[in-house]
C-alpha cells in the first residue's frame, strides 16, 4: 500500500514570510498526489493535485507544489502567507493503478502564522 | 450548490453504547465515503459506495461498523457496540464517479466521544 509522510506536525510563519510545508510518498510508480487543507469545525477542502503533465502545480488561494520524482516529494508552498492560511494541510496520494479512488492521507501538518 | 451535510455534529456516548450518523452527498454525487480521522492522524478510509453498492469495505470493522447507502442517496454509519478506541471524527465525502481524477467533496464531520 501507497504510505506518505509528512515531516513536521506543527510549522509556524510570520505573516508574509514563505510557507513551505513537505511532503514524500512511499513508491516506485509516482502516484497521484494531492494536498487538502482543513479549517477548524470543517470538512476537507481540496487545495491541488498532480496526476500527469506540468510538475509545478497551482491551486486556491495562491498555494503551489511542485512534483519531483527524483526525490519523491510534492512539497506544498506560498510566497507569503496570511492569517487565513492557518489550519491542518494534509498530502494525500492514490495509486495510479488504483480504480478506486481510494486515498491515502499523511497525519497532517498545523499551520500556524503569526501576525 | 449545497455541500455535503452530517449530522449530528457532535456526540458523547459510553462504551459499549451504540450510535448511528448520516451523510447527506452532493446532489447527483454517485460515490460516497466514510472516513475515520483519529486526532493527531490523517483520515482513514472506512468504507465506499458507488450508488448504493459496496466498492471497498476492506477497513471496515466489520465486528461493530456497519454502513448502509439505501436509495443511492444518504448514507449511515453505525458502531454498535462502540469502544473508547472510536473516539474520532467521522467524515462522510462524495464525488461525482469513482476514479481519483475527481475531486472528493468533504462534509464537516462528526465528532465522536466514547466514555
Known amino acids: 500500500a501507497q504510505s506518505v509522510t509528512q515531516l513536521g506536525s506543527h510549522v509556524s510563519v510570520s505573516e508574509g514570510a514563505l510557507v513551505l510545508l513537505r511532503c514524500n510518498y512511499s513508491?516506485?510508480?509516482?502516484?497521484?498526489l494531492f494536498w487538502y487543507v482543513q479549517y477548524p469545525n470543517q470538512g476537507l477542502q481540496l487545495l491541488l493535485k498532480?496526476?500527469?503533465?506540468?510538475?509545478l502545480v497551482k491551486g486556491i488561494n495562491g498555494f503551489e507544489a511542485e512534483f519531483k520524482k527524483s526525490e519523491t516529494s510534492f512539497h506544498l508552498t506560498k510566497p507569503s502567507a496570511h492569517m487565513s492560511d492557518a489550519a491542518e494541510y494534509f498530502c494525500a496520494v492514490s495509486d495510479r493503478t488504483n480504480t478506486g479512488n481510494q486515498f491515502y492521507f499523511g497525519t497532517g501538518t498545523s499551520l500556524t502564522v503569526i501576525p | 450548490e449545497a455541500g455535503v451535510a452530517q449530522s449530528p455534529r457532535y456526540k458523547i456516548i459510553e462504551k459499549r453504547q451504540s450510535v448511528a450518523f448520516w451523510c447527506n452527498p452532493i446532489?447527483?454525487?454517485?460515490?460516497l465515503y466514510w472516513y475515520q480521522q483519529i486526532l493527531g492522524q490523517g483520515p482513514k478510509l472506512l468504507i465506499q459506495?458507488?450508488?448504493?453498492?459496496?466498492?471497498?469495505d476492506s477497513q471496515l470493522p466489520k465486528d461493530r461498523f456497519s454502513a448502509e447507502r439505501l436509495k443511492g442517496v444518504d448514507s449511515t454509519l453505525k458502531i454498535q457496540p462502540a469502544k473508547l478506541e472510536d473516539s474520532a471524527v467521522y467524515l462522510c465525502?462524495?464525488?461525482?464517479?469513482?476514479?481519483?481524477?475527481?475531486?472528493?467533496?468533504f462534509g464537516p464531520g462528526t465528532r465522536l466521544t466514547v466514555t
Open positions: 513508491s516506485s510508480v509516482p502516484p497521484y
Open positions: 459506495f458507488q450508488n448504493n453498492g459496496v466498492v471497498d
Open positions: 465525502a462524495s464525488s461525482l464517479i469513482v476514479t481519483v481524477l475527481y475531486e472528493q467533496y
Open positions: 498532480y496526476t500527469t503533465g506540468a510538475t
Open positions: 446532489s447527483g454525487h454517485a460515490t
